[in-house]
């Protein structure tokens, strides 16, 4: 699809909204707007400095998408959402397949540089630095969806580093009662949930069940991959190139929040089973699969208003994830060169070994994350807000490990090894050691206003690891209401990313090794930000911004080896702007949008940072065309972007295109959408880390039907 039959499309829909403007105007219209754009703008947020801020006012570059955008757009998964944020756009990690989300053109192959939280809490793994390996959030059981672009490690510690995410989930009043609905579409999919919020013994009680199901999507081919190569190499046939993307999944999400005056307690549950996509190296693995278990539980305690001027706040939180992974990283009667320390060596191999059942590793990762913060907020002096924190984090990972490959496993002078599996758990051949670090963490804070119109927040965090030492992160942020219809932001932020137990402690690797002497990243970002209300149904905003990176942690090739070693490796610059605006035109029309340009440079190689987008394109037009019935249609356009492996193919500019129908309130409770995704087939993919011919396929038009209904 071109972009000339998608102006089409957007052209039709405005010559439709003007000959039936007059009519719809002259009808009682059920609100599908329930806040306007100038509302939006003065919704409170508690991201940018921990304390309730509008977002027009906050100290940061903030984006808020609330549950009824998320339902006017169609989205079922989260990364639908993101993309609708300037400067975000969500690809593909290499190596498990999830989505990768870059922002503002910073991105690396675990998706470990945006700090994601659940209602404040941290949900990411230390393992690999983001969500665990399979992870879905429910769309269902999302409130409101707060962005920072930019960095946060001035009050989140490690990884606020390109930005953060923080998904609030619906509390009991959202939910008002039980909602059930249920969701079918194409790709054999399946989602039923249901949602009920009540007053209990003076709490305030709100939970949620939902229950995903995909077959995958099997239009999703790959021409080859990296077991062709080998087989191009040894004259073999193993591999299932040309072959689908393994993209089926199975899951469930459970949510429980109690609250009540200075109580917030919540527990959130995953169980989930998925296709491991390309493969664990590149290679189509039909029979791999992950299961993932998540269990997240937080309390937060606030004295409210026991104190006169002090507010004192305690929250622990408990995450404990499990990995179980089964998969094949060489398929069925695949031939690999072996080197003399019993890994794959292209460069100098000693041997040749048939894997009639293939490569096979089984795996058992547990993670256990306990952490608490002490807080205390003082409003005692006049025009001052002063926070202070004390916080602790423990990260402990243990690693079990049952393989036919690798050193311990694998003599070179064989010729054939069979499926029969070692233990190697708890020995110096796993693949990663178990392994524990503690962080302590103090945040200083003080927002002032020092003027009816001016307000200068000015923040230093403290973060001291147990393996790699200290490291302190300020920030300040000037705000100028200029008038009462224009807000102008000066922001500075420094940053920092953590390495991960991956990046530290990978070893018995044929391709990546960990160091245990990493440094971690930093980032300086300056920022100029804008936000412009002329009307109430009107609302713009604009930024420009310039960073800085330092100690980059990349691959880097062993001389003389097959392997590469992580190391802090690199430096980037970028540099861009980004536009957004939401027009109220009419009561039943609403137009949104933005667009995102950046410029990002790799320091070492003096070129342009590879698989990010240069330019964004997000525009959305949303019609209530008779009372209780809306429609929304939306582009999303991606362009300029370079392949990481050239031998890949290039990456072209694309276009997708989707349609979202919704009936509300009907009969005063049947809620009903259907919605037709990348509605013009659109052939498109994202670069992929490893050899796959004509990179990461991405999916095709799809269709779903949903119906709910609220009691």
Same mark, same amino acid.
């Given at each position: 699809?071109?972009?000339?039959?998608?102006?089409?499309?957007?052209?039709?829909?405005?010559?439709?909204?003007?000959?039936?403007?007059?009519?719809?105007?002259?009808?009682?219209?059920?609100?599908?707007?329930?806040?306007?754009?100038?509302?939006?703008?003065?919704?409170?947020?508690?991201?940018?400095?921990?304390?309730?801020?509008l977002v027009s006012q906050s100290a940061a570059v903030?984006?808020?998408?609330?549950?009824?955008?998320?339902?006017?757009?169609?989205?079922?998964?989260?990364?639908?959402?993101?993309?609708?944020?300037?400067?975000?756009?969500?690809?593909?990690?290499?190596?498990?397949?999830?989505?990768?989300?870059?922002?503002?053109?910073?991105?690396?192959?675990?998706?470990?540089?945006?700090?994601?939280?659940?209602?404040?809490?941290?949900?990411?793994?230390?393992?690999?630095?983001?969500?665990?390996?399979?992870?879905?959030?429910?769309?269902?059981?999302?409130?409101?969806?707060?962005?920072?672009?930019?960095?946060?490690?001035?009050?989140?510690?490690?990884?606020?580093?390109?930005?953060?995410?923080?998904?609030?989930t619906k509390k009991a009043k959202d939910i008002d009662?039980?909602?059930?609905? %249920? =969701? $079918?579409?194409?790709? &054999? #999919? /399946?989602?039923?949930?249901?949602?009920?919020?009540? +007053?209990? @013994?003076?709490?305030?009680?709100?939970?949620?069940?939902?229950?995903?199901?995909?077959?995958?999507?099997? %239009? =999703? $081919?790959?021409?080859? &991959? #990296? /077991?062709?190569?080998?087989?191009?190499?040894?004259? +073999?046939? @193993?591999?299932?190139?040309?072959?689908?993307?393994?993209?089926?999944?199975?899951?469930?999400?459970?949510?429980?929040?109690?609250?009540?005056?200075?109580?917030?307690?919540?527990?959130?549950?995953?169980?989930?089973?998925?296709?491991?996509?390309?493969?664990?190296?590149?290679?189509?693995?039909?029979?791999?699969?992950?299961?993932?278990?998540?269990?997240?539980?937080?309390?937060?305690?606030?004295?409210?208003?026991?104190?006169?001027?002090?507010?004192?706040?305690?929250?622990?939180?408990?995450?404990?994830?499990?990995?179980?992974?089964?998969?094949?990283?060489?398929?069925?009667?695949?031939?690999?060169?072996?080197?003399?320390?019993?890994?794959?060596?292209?460069?100098?191999?000693?041997?040749?070994?048939?894997?009639?059942?293939?490569?096979?590793?089984?795996?058992?990762?547990?993670?256990?994350?306990?952490?608490?913060?002490?807080?205390?907020?003082?409003?005692?002096?006049?025009?001052?807000?002063?926070?202070?924190?004390?916080?602790?984090?423990?990260?402990?990972?243990?690693v079990k490990q049952l393989t036919n490959f690798g050193?311990?496993?694998?003599?070179?002078?064989?010729?054939?090894?069979?499926?029969?599996?070692?233990?190697?758990?708890?020995?110096?051949?796993?693949?990663?050691?178990?392994?524990?670090?503690?962080?302590?963490?103090?945040?200083?804070?003080?927002?002032?206003?020092?003027?009816?119109?001016?307000?200068?927040?000015?923040?230093?965090?403290?973060?001291?690891?147990?393996?790699?030492?200290?490291?302190?992160?300020?920030?300040?942020?000037?705000?100028?209401?200029?008038?009462?219809?224009?807000?102008?932001?000066?922001?500075?932020?420094?940053?920092?990313?953590?390495?991960?137990?991956?990046?530290?402690?990978?070893?018995?690797?044929?391709?990546?090794?960990?160091?245990?002497?990493?440094?971690?990243?930093?980032?300086?970002?300056?920022?100029?930000?804008?936000?412009?209300?002329?009307?109430?149904?009107?609302?713009?905003?604009?930024?420009?911004?310039?960073?800085?990176?330092?100690?980059?942690?990349?691959?880097?090739?062993?001389?003389?080896?097959?392997?590469?070693?992580?190391?802090?490796?690199?430096?980037?610059?970028?540099?861009?702007?980004?536009?957004?605006?939401?027009?109220?035109?009419?009561?039943?029309?609403?137009?949104?949008?933005?667009?995102?340009?950046?410029?990002?440079?790799?320091?070492?190689?003096?070129?342009?940072?590879?698989?990010?987008?240069?330019?964004?394109?997000?525009?959305?037009?949303?019609?209530?065309?008779?009372?209780?019935?809306?429609?929304?249609?939306?582009?999303?356009?991606?362009?300029?972007?370079?392949?990481?492996?050239?031998?890949?193919?290039?990456?072209?500019?694309?276009?997708?295109?989707?349609?979202?129908?919704?009936?509300?309130?009907?009969?005063?409770?049947?809620?009903?959408?259907?919605?037709?995704?990348?509605?013009?087939?659109?052939?498109?993919?994202?670069?992929?880390?490893?050899?796959?011919?004509?990179?990461?396929?991405?999916?095709?038009?799809?269709?779903?039907?949903?119906?709910?209904?609220?009691?």
């Open positions: 699809m071109r972009v000339e039959a998608a102006l089409i499309v957007n052209c039709l829909a405005l010559m439709l909204y003007c000959s039936d403007s007059a009519r719809a105007a002259s009808e009682k219209m059920d609100d599908f707007f329930a806040m306007s754009p100038a509302e939006l703008a003065a919704t409170p947020v508690t991201i940018a400095t921990g304390t309730p801020m903030t984006s808020v998408i609330t549950a009824e955008q998320i339902k006017s757009m169609g989205a079922t998964e989260l990364h639908e959402v993101l993309e609708t944020v300037p400067g975000v756009h969500a690809s593909i990690q290499a190596l498990t397949g999830d989505y990768n989300y870059s922002m503002r053109g910073i991105q690396n192959a675990s998706n470990s540089q945006i700090l994601i939280l659940l209602n404040g809490t941290r949900v990411t793994s230390a393992y690999r630095g983001t969500l665990m390996i399979g992870l879905e959030l429910p769309i269902e059981a999302i409130q409101q969806v707060e962005v920072i672009r930019g960095p946060g490690s001035a009050l989140y510690g490690a990884d606020a580093f390109a930005g953060v995410i923080n998904i609030i009662g039980t909602t059930v609905g %249920g =969701r $079918v579409g194409d790709h &054999d #999919s /399946q989602s039923g949930w249901g949602q009920h919020g009540t +007053t209990w @013994a003076g709490w305030d009680i709100a939970t949620s069940l939902q229950y995903q199901h995909s077959g995958g999507d099997s %239009g =999703r $081919v790959v021409k080859s &991959d #990296s /077991q062709t190569a080998l087989d191009n190499a040894l004259g +073999t046939h @193993a591999s299932h190139a040309p072959g689908s993307l393994d993209t089926q999944y199975e899951n469930f999400n459970g949510h429980l929040n109690l609250q009540r005056k200075h109580w917030d307690i919540g527990f959130w549950a995953f169980s989930g089973e998925n296709g491991l996509r390309a493969g664990a190296a590149g290679a189509l693995d039909p029979k791999g699969v992950i299961n993932g278990e998540q269990y997240v539980g937080d309390v937060r305690f606030s004295t409210e208003d026991w104190f006169e001027n002090w507010e004192f706040i305690a929250h622990t939180s408990y995450l404990h994830n499990e990995l179980l992974a089964n998969f094949r990283p060489f398929p069925e009667n695949s031939v690999l060169p072996i080197g003399s320390d019993s890994n794959v060596d292209l460069l100098t191999p000693s041997s040749l070994i048939l894997f009639p059942q293939g490569v096979i590793s089984n795996s058992d990762q547990t993670e256990n994350i306990p952490s608490i913060e002490l807080s205390s907020i003082y409003r005692g002096l006049r025009n001052h807000q002063l926070l202070v924190s004390a916080g602790f984090r423990y990260e402990d990972i243990t050193p311990g496993v694998v003599d070179p002078r064989m010729n054939v090894i069979g499926g029969s599996l070692t233990n190697v758990t708890g020995t110096p051949f796993v693949f990663l050691p178990s392994t524990h670090r503690s962080v302590w963490s103090y945040v200083v804070q003080d927002e002032w206003r020092f003027a009816d119109d001016w307000q200068l927040t000015a923040g230093v965090r403290y973060d001291d690891y147990s393996d790699f030492g200290g490291t302190v992160n300020p920030r300040m942020a000037l705000v100028w209401d200029i008038n009462t219809q224009m807000t102008s932001k000066l922001l500075y932020g420094k940053a920092f990313r953590a390495p991960n137990f991956t990046e530290q402690g990978n070893q018995n690797n044929p391709v990546q090794l960990g160091n245990k002497s990493l440094k971690p990243e930093t980032i300086n970002t300056y920022e100029w930000a804008i936000d412009y209300r002329p009307v109430p149904a009107l609302r713009t905003a604009a930024n420009l911004y310039f960073y800085q990176i330092k100690e980059l942690i990349t691959l880097v090739p062993d001389v003389g080896r097959p392997s590469s070693t992580f190391q802090n490796n690199g430096n980037q610059d970028g540099y861009g702007s980004e536009l957004e605006w939401n027009w109220q035109v009419q009561e039943q029309w609403n137009l949104s949008g933005n667009y995102a340009w950046q410029y990002a440079r790799n320091n070492e190689t003096k070129s342009r940072v590879t698989g990010v987008p240069e330019h964004q394109v997000y525009v959305a037009a949303a019609w209530q065309f008779i009372p209780k019935w809306q429609i929304q249609s939306q582009l999303n356009w991606i362009g300029s972007r370079i392949n990481p492996i050239p031998d890949n193919g290039k990456l072209v500019d694309y276009q997708t295109v989707d349609f979202t129908l919704r009936g509300k309130k009907l009969y005063g409770h049947l809620n009903v959408a259907a919605s037709l995704r990348n509605a013009f087939d659109t052939n498109y993919s994202e670069p992929a880390a490893v050899r796959i011919g004509d990179n990461f396929p991405m999916q095709g038009r799809s269709f779903y039907l949903e119906t709910s209904i609220n009691f």
